[in-house]
């Protein structure tokens, strides 16, 4: 249960950005959200498959549970929150995994390097693109990957659920995990809304 949707769905995008080529040495892969549930299954897949992993967080004090997931680099999320109106910045990722969107996926696709992808898993800073050019689709062939986790079709189901038997390491994930019971879930929507939940929550219901 650890693993959950937000893991399924980080493996997804895994396996999306690898089908459209990605490769362990072609170059720092951007993981925004990096702290919350979705960003740490990635920051673990993609730092075990031996990527450089630059995990983005607008919380300093995660850093050193990043790094202990395998992120090289934290990038501060204010640096990637301002809208601009350049049509491309310097190539600085050779992939991403986004599951902030708003302002910061509109400045991710302008840093991509020629060629690579972004997999869209989610909309935690937002549900549009702000200040999202054609430029980094049409000069730098830029790809926009989709990741749903819900229509899956089984045969992928399948495929991504093997990979995390074999990518995502166990220990990793105890890294992530922090335990609940039923009569924590007010509080935890609560800590939800505010940003403040760090990885997975398990709920015993049991308990
Ligand atoms: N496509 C699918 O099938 C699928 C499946 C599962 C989830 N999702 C979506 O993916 C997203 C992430 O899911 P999750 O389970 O990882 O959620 P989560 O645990 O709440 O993590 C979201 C993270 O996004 C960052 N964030 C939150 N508000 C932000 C803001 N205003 N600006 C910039 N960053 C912000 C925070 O990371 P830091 O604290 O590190 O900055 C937060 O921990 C959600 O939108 C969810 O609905 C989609």
Do not use: C
Not at 82 to 90: A, C, I, Q, S, Y
Not at 128 to 141: C, E, K, Q, S, Y
Not at 170 to 199: F, N
């Amino acid at each position: 249960m650890g693993v959950g949707t937000a893991g399924l769905t980080a493996m997804l995008s895994v396996m999306a950005l690898e089908d459209h080529g990605l490769r362990p040495g072609h170059g720092p892969v951007l993981v925004t959200g990096a702290a919350g549930g979705v960003g740490s299954v990635a920051t673990a897949i993609l730092a075990n498959l031996g990527h450089e992993v630059a995990a983005v967080t607008g919380r300093p004090e995660t850093a050193d549970y990043l790094k202990g997931l395998g992120a090289a680099q934290i990038v501060a999320r204010e640096e990637l929150t301002e809208v601009t109106r350049k049509p491309l910045e310097g190539e600085a990722w050779a992939g991403s995994i986004d599951a902030v969107a708003g302002a910061m996926l509109g400045r991710v696709l302008k840093q991509m390097k020629y060629g690579s992808s972004v997999a869209a898993v989610g909309l935690a800073g937002g549900a549009a693109i702000d200040g999202a050019l054609i430029t980094p689709f049409i000069l730098r062939g830029v790809n926009l990957l989709g990741i749903d986790s819900v229509m899956q079709p089984y045969a992928n189901r399948l495929r991504a659920w093997e990979r995390i038997a074999g990518d995502l390491p166990m220990d990793k994930l105890e890294e992530m995990i922090r335990p609940a019971t039923l009569s924590d879930l007010p509080q935890l929507g609560r800590d939800i809304l505010k940003g403040q939940v760090k990885g997975r929550v398990v709920v015993d219901v049991n308990a």
